[in-house]
Structures are given as structure tokens and as C-alpha cells.
């Protein structure tokens, strides 16, 4: 008798938690612990999509939020695999704010869960500054926005002023003290 596939394992092991009352993020959760995936990856397979499936259902509701009024259908599967591997050095694409929400959006999840660490070293500082603010307002209930912590390397710095521009005494220079960072 032959060994079971790693997408067979995968498969049963996906019915078996949906089938005891868990989330496809509960599973997505798993299956990066389990078998080493990427978040993006591990909510393609915890909902068991191929990638053009799981394209299609991204183009659908590109279409239905009015993201694609032509209907260009502008994922693709190969698009798809590259944004699921960034920032590997293969990926020509980089992630942006607005993939991300349309990715959380078609796997019924929030933005954040959608990253790791190594997607947060790599991201644009703008990039970051836009992910940091956004909540969870389709989704409440599998959002988890006001659960976590926000990683210091996402947090705005506040400029210190140079030396060279510090008020001097009896200047009119107005001192601005910055408000807390939630």
C-alpha cells in the first residue's frame, strides 16, 4: 500500500476540522504550523482551492466590488503563486494594500492574518503605515484586528528635530508634543 499524498492528507485533514465545527482560519492556522505554508497559501488550501480556483473566485469578487468594472480578470493563477511567495526572490510582483484586501476578502478573513513576519521585514514603509490602519468591517467576527499587537517595526515614528532647528530661548518657535501612538 502506497503513501497518502501531502494534498490527500491535506484534504482530509481540512474536512475533518471543518467538519468539527472549525474555521477555515483554525485551519489555515494549522496547515502554516503543519506544513510550513505561507499564510496566503495556507487559506488557498484551508479552503481547498486550486490556484485558478482560487483566481476565479478572486476576479469574482474584483467584479462585484466594482474593482473590475471591465472584467479584465487580472489574477491569474500564476499571479496568484507569486503573490503567495513574496518576497521570495522569484516573485516579480510585490504585495500591495489593495491585493491584500481583495485576497482577505475572498478567503473571508482579515488582512493580517494574511502576513508574516517576513512579509512585514519586506513591505514598503507606505505599504505597512496603509495595513496597520485597516479594520475588519465585512468580517467582524473572524477579525482579529483588535486582538493584535502592533509590531514595533509597523509603528509611525515621530521625527526628532535636528540640532540645528532646536528652539532657542526667547524664540517664537512653536514645540509640537505628539500625540500616543495606539
Not at 30 to 47: S, T, V
Not at 61 to 83: K, Q, V, W, Y
Not at 85 to 109: K, N
Amino acid at each position: 500500500m502506497g503513501r497518502v499524498s501531502v494534498r490527500a492528507e491535506q484534504n482530509t485533514f481540512r474536512g475533518r476540522m471543518l467538519d468539527a465545527g472549525m474555521t477555515h482560519a483554525d485551519v489555515a492556522d494549522e496547515f502554516i504550523r503543519r506544513y510550513r505554508l505561507r499564510p496566503r497559501a495556507a487559506f488557498r488550501y484551508a479552503h481547498g482551492w486550486t490556484l485558478l480556483q482560487a483566481a476565479a473566485h478572486i476576479n469574482g469578487d474584483a467584479a462585484r466590488l466594482d474593482l473590475d468594472p471591465h472584467g479584465r480578470a487580472p489574477m491569474t493563477g500564476s499571479r496568484l503563486s507569486e503573490l503567495e511567495h513574496w518576497p521570495d526572490t522569484t516573485a516579480r510582483r510585490r504585495l500591495t494594500p489593495q491585493i491584500l484586501a481583495l485576497l482577505a476578502t475572498a478567503y473571508g478573513t482579515d488582512v493580517h492574518s494574511l502576513l508574516d513576519v517576513r512579509d512585514h521585514t519586506h513591505m514598503r514603509a507606505a505599504d505597512l503605515l496603509v495595513i496597520d490602519t485597516m479594520m475588519c468591517i465585512g468580517q467582524p467576527a473572524a477579525c482579529l484586528c483588535g486582538q493584535r499587537r502592533t509590531p514595533a517595526a509597523a509603528r509611525p515614528r515621530v521625527p526628532r528635530p535636528r540640532p540645528d532647528t532646536r528652539a532657542r530661548p526667547g524664540s517664537s518657535a512653536v514645540t509640537a508634543t505628539p500625540l500616543p501612538v495606539r
